[in-house]
């Protein structure tokens, strides 16, 4: 065997699996299509990267739902945001909690997420091949052959980290699933997850960003209510976005819904009937109110105010409200307590920040992220039917799933001992909070081929 383990994908569940590979003294390598690593991981959080949340452990599972949550307990709970965030800072990079629970790191930039984990694989002498998409992993014997284009390795150990299928142009295609496929594994059907949604009415989609910062989006089905998601809504040309919006498209690839229909609830805060209190006794109380003095009881910011009173009832905003107008006051109310834009297709899954589908999750063991039916192949990431809502969840579970993985990859297998370096301590011995680049690292000016010096904010 050339070696112990091969990592293929170097995203943020393979760098951080090379880097765990790193402090245990494995010898691994890390072989990625890209001529950088961690493309995606750049694109996170408009390029701040929201790299996991605040939550406690259940709270996230609860938002993953099932079948993911069971299936992702025993790594989150070894490996929960605290322990993410202790990771990172122990290497130098400090994370923030924002308001809303998301942790980001303190400089708002996701190259100093990438390049902790670069910095941390050249550090432990982790290697990693760039450029290099593997073709092919088959069986050899016990261990398995990796084969690329320019190079062919055999490892006893394959950890396939290799991502979904959104963003191809980020280097992930769908490689890892059809390897699973030819060596026994079932795959879910690919479907968009955290996808823009394009509505039909042409002023849905404004020239600049129009945020809704706090709504319900109740997603029907079959006149029910299949989910309600929270949160601000983003009106853009190209789609809607926002959390509420991107979380509803997870649900209803999830909930498998054909047929389905938004009603937002602009007004969350308040029930129907004390809206209309609120609004009645604004009207009885001013002089002069106009409707657009009781649109503002809701989160409906001004510059959609106007189309949104006309398009949905044919009223302008500076049109005067009396107290008689009992009527009007409980349209509006209706109106704002259940809009209903009509969807007109959810963005495609190349747009989407997570695909939903992939390996089987039944056909991998969940306590050890080993196949079920090849033995010696670890999955780890999106590559898996794994995904979560927007807010830090999806980069949270490849982290976590990358360093799992390699708790029981490092154990013996077969009776065999798989560690065969020697067994190097976590970190390097320096301290991280004034550690400079390394001499090698200072010559070479870059990063494990991501291009650019070290950046790590201290
Ligand atoms: C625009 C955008 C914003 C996002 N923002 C956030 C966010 O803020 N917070 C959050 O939690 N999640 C976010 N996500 C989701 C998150 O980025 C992914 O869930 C996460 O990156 C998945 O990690 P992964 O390691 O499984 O896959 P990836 O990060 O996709 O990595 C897979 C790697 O494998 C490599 N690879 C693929 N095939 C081969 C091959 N044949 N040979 C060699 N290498 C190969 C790819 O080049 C890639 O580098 C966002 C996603 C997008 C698209």
Redesign the pocket.
């Known amino acids: 065997m050339n070696t112990d383990l091969v990592i293929?994908?170097?995203?943020?569940?393979?760098?951080m699996a090379g880097a765990r590979a790193g402090e245990l003294g494995m010898r691994a390598v890390v072989?990625?299509?890209?001529h950088n690593?961690?493309?995606?991981?750049l694109?996170?959080?408009?390029n701040?990267?929201?790299?996991?949340s605040d939550r406690s452990v259940p709270d996230l599972l609860s938002g993953y739902g099932d079948p993911v949550a069971t299936f992702l307990s025993p790594a989150l709970t070894a490996f929960p945001p605290q322990a993410l965030r202790r990771w990172f800072a122990e290497r130098g990079l400090e994370t923030n909690v924002h308001a809303d629970g998301?942790v980001f790191p303190a400089s708002e930039r996701a190259d100093d997420v990438l390049h902790c984990l670069t910095d941390t694989l050249r550090d432990l002498g982790v290697p990693m091949v760039t450029s290099?998409?593997?073709?092919a992993i088959t069986r050899n014997g016990e261990g398995f052959t990796i084969a690329?284009d320019a190079i062919t390795l055999t490892a006893a150990r394959v950890l396939i980290?290799?991502?979904?299928v959104?963003?191809p142009k980020?280097?992930?295609?769908?490689?890892?699933q059809k390897w699973a496929k030819a060596l026994g594994h079932r795959l879910v059907p690919y479907r968009p997850g955290?996808a823009g949604v394009e509505f039909v009415e042409g002023w849905l989609a404004p020239p600049r960003d129009i945020s809704i910062p706090d709504v319900a989006l109740h997603v029907l089905s079959g006149g029910d209510v299949a989910a309600t998601l929270n949160g601000e809504m983003l009106l853009s040309r190209r789609s809607a976005r926002g959390p509420c919006v991107v979380n509803a498209t997870r649900a209803i690839a999830r909930l498998g819904l054909r047929d389905f229909s938004f009603t937002v609830d602009l007004c969350p805060q308040h029930s129907a009937e004390a809206l209309l209190a609120l609004l009645t006794a604004q009207v009885t109380k001013g002089r002069n109110t106009t409707v657009g003095d009781l649109v503002s009881a809701s989160r409906l910011p001004r510059s959609l105010a106007v189309d949104w009173l006309r398009q949905e009832m044919g009223l302008r905003l500076d049109g005067a409200v009396r107290p008689e107008d009992g009527p009007l006051l409980r349209r509006l109310v209706d109106a704002l307590k259940s809009w209903r834009p009509a969807v007109r297709r959810i963005r495609p899954l190349k747009e989407?920040?997570?695909t939903i589908g992939g390996v089987v999750l039944e056909d991998v063991d969940s306590a050890t992220l080993e196949s079920r039916c090849c033995p010696g192949l670890f999955f780890?990431?999106?590559?898996l039917d794994v995904?979560?809502p927007?807010?830090?969840?999806?980069?949270?579970?490849?982290f976590a799933?990358?360093r799992f993985a390699l708790a029981s990859l490092s154990h013996s297998f077969g009776g065999r001992v798989l560690v065969t370096g020697r067994s190097r301590s976590p970190l390097p011995k320096r301290s991280p909070k004034v550690r400079g680049p390394s001499r090698a690292g200072r010559r070479r000016g870059g990063n494990h081929g991501t291009g650019r010096g070290r950046r790590t904010r201290r």
């Open positions: 293929v994908g170097g995203g943020a569940a393979g760098l072989v990625e299509r890209k690593p961690g493309r995606k991981l694109m996170c959080g408009n701040r990267c929201n790299l996991t998301r290099c998409p593997v073709t690329a980290a290799t991502g979904g959104s963003y980020t280097g992930s295609v769908g490689d890892g955290l989407a920040m997570v780890a990431g999106e590559v995904d979560g927007t807010g830090g969840y999806n980069l949270q579970a490849a799933m990358g």
